[in-house]
T-cell receptor, first 117, second 110 residues
């Protein structure tokens, strides 16, 4: 079966422009996560979706960042008025379910490498 | 709240053993371990829950000391394929927000 897919794989943009990053989770996975990984750094949690709702948005670094998920499947992470410090690899992951006692492994996509000039 | 991983990096020869540690300042519900090879996505290795339940790949060994809020990943008889960066992710509430450590870089040489 197909894994988590993300598009685009690479995105170069100019400072101040908006970008949209897309994540297609594994079919049937109700939980979806966005992380950011700066060069040589660990994984920084951004947001978590259970179905279409986002019970935890605590990791979004500023109000320039937003995310939505439609139909309990595809998710889009939008960064408005991009800044150079937004440059990073944005990783999406999905798992079978969320909620308390979440013991399900997360399957990661290949990531989108965002470069803001 | 980021867990602290140690060591930051380790170099092994094939066949040698290594231990990677993950420490938290807060009580943990579970610890998750992932490995990431250069330029690739992180791959699941193991979940350890309070109470002793574990879920993961058979060839991976790990421990979770709830009292000390620590977990250790044991890599025995290392192979070249073990090379990569190992991340622990900690879950405080049994929910779904994992806070990952900075990673431990493991390099296995022939």
């Amino acid at each position: 079966g197909a894994g988590v897919s993300q598009s685009p794989s690479n995105k170069v943009t100019e400072k101040g422009k908006d970008v949209e990053l897309r994540c297609d989770p594994i079919s049937g996975h109700t939980a979806l996560y966005w992380y950011r990984q700066s060069l040589g750094q660990g994984l920084e949690f951004l947001i978590y979706f259970q179905g279409n709702s986002a019970p935890d948005k605590s990791g979004l670094p500023s109000d320039r960042f937003s995310a939505e998920r439609t139909g309990g499947s595809v998710s889009t992470l939008t960064i408005q008025r991009t800044q150079q410090e937004d440059s990073a690899v944005y990783l999406c992951a999905s798992s079978l379910r969320g909620g308390r006692q979440g013991t399900n492994e997360q399957f990661f996509g290949p990531g989108t490498r965002l470069t803001v000039l | 709240q980021q867990p602290v991983q140690s060591p930051q990096a380790v170099i092994l020869r094939e066949g040698e053993d290594a231990v990677i540690n993950c420490s938290s300042s807060k009580a943990l519900y579970s610890v998750h371990w992932y490995r990431q090879k250069h330029g690739e996505a992180p791959v699941f290795l193991m979940i350890l829950l309070k109470g002793g339940e574990q879920k993961g790949h058979e060839k991976i060994s790990a421990s979770f000391n709830e009292k000390k809020q620590q977990s250790s990943l044991y890599l025995t008889a290392s192979q070249l394929s073990y090379s990569g960066t190992y991340f622990c992710g900690t879950d405080l509430l049994g929910g779904n927000k994992l806070v990952f450590g900075a990673g431990t870089i493991l390099r296995v040489k022939s």
